[in-house]
């Protein structure tokens, strides 16, 4: 059974840095974009960024253009979403996901297939 392991959250002042990972476990994803969401306590859970199956499109929420990266390495079953100059507001959980889109980057949760279980990030400030 595939399963999305993410690793890589923790505490960090504002301005700084994490870089989260997402590894693809009991099988393989082919051709399924890659996306990352994250929910703070009381609110819906919102997109953040996603990369296609190849990794050369990617799209971002605005609040975080500029600042995050997300990217994907193939050959080791794993994305990752690089996170620079981080701010109190990007404080939640952050989740990967996996779905097929068919050329198309989601931002909508109900497209993806396959949740990990999550992973905190804090930013204080």
């Known amino acids: 059974q595939v399963q999305l392991i993410e690793s890589g959250g923790g505490l960090v002042q504002a301005g700084g840095s994490l870089r989260l990972s997402c590894a693809v476990s009991g099988g393989t994803l082919d051709y399924h974009v890659m996306g990352w969401f994250r929910q703070a306590p009381g609110e819906e859970r919102k997109f953040v960024a996603v990369?296609?199956?190849?990794?050369?499109?990617?799209d971002y929420v605005d609040s975080v253009k500029g600042r995050f990266t997300i990217s994907r390495d193939n050959a080791k079953n794993t994305a990752y979403l690089q996170m620079n100059n981080l701010k109190p507001e990007d404080t939640a959980a952050y989740y990967c996901a996996a779905g097929m889109a068919y050329g198309t980057l989601p931002h909508t949760p109900r497209i993806y297939s396959y949740w990990g279980q999550g992973t905190q990030v804090t930013v204080s400030s």
């Open positions: 990369v296609n199956w190849i990794g050369d499109r990617t």
